[in-house]
Nanobody
């Protein structure tokens, strides 16, 4: 089993910045892809950014140029630096990891952290 714990959410004014963190723990696992998703009230969960173990990244068009995803493989952690935040970025942000556990790739999710962008 793999557990993901997110931190770093909060309330920020438009134009401000936040940094989200997600740490994976467990035993006998190897993480491949790590990603951030978000879900706004009344909307479906959507991908925000992802990063492969080798460092290749991908971003949703809505956050390109404003958000940066990074990871520390030694710490099994992923980060999301969010700059120039907009009210439409308000959502619960979830961390996802695709991990190899007992020869099988499985998806794991964190519990979510609230990000609110408001003046």
């Amino acid at each position: 089993q793999v557990q993901l714990v997110e931190s770093g959410g909060g309330l920020v004014q438009p134009g401000g910045s936040l940094r989200l963190s997600c740490a994976a723990s467990g035993s006998d696992f190897s993480i491949n892809t790590m990603a951030w998703f978000r879900q706004a009230p009344g909307k479906q969960r959507e991908p925000v950014a992802s990063i492969l173990s080798g460092g290749r990244t991908n971003y949703a068009d809505s956050v390109k140029g404003r958000f940066t995803i990074s990871r520390d493989n030694a710490k099994n952690s992923v980060y999301l630096q969010m700059n120039s935040l907009k009210p439409e970025d308000t959502a619960v942000y979830y961390c996802k990891a695709v991990a190899l556990v007992r020869y099988t790739f499985r998806d794991y999710w964190g519990q979510g952290t609230q990000v609110t962008v408001s003046s």
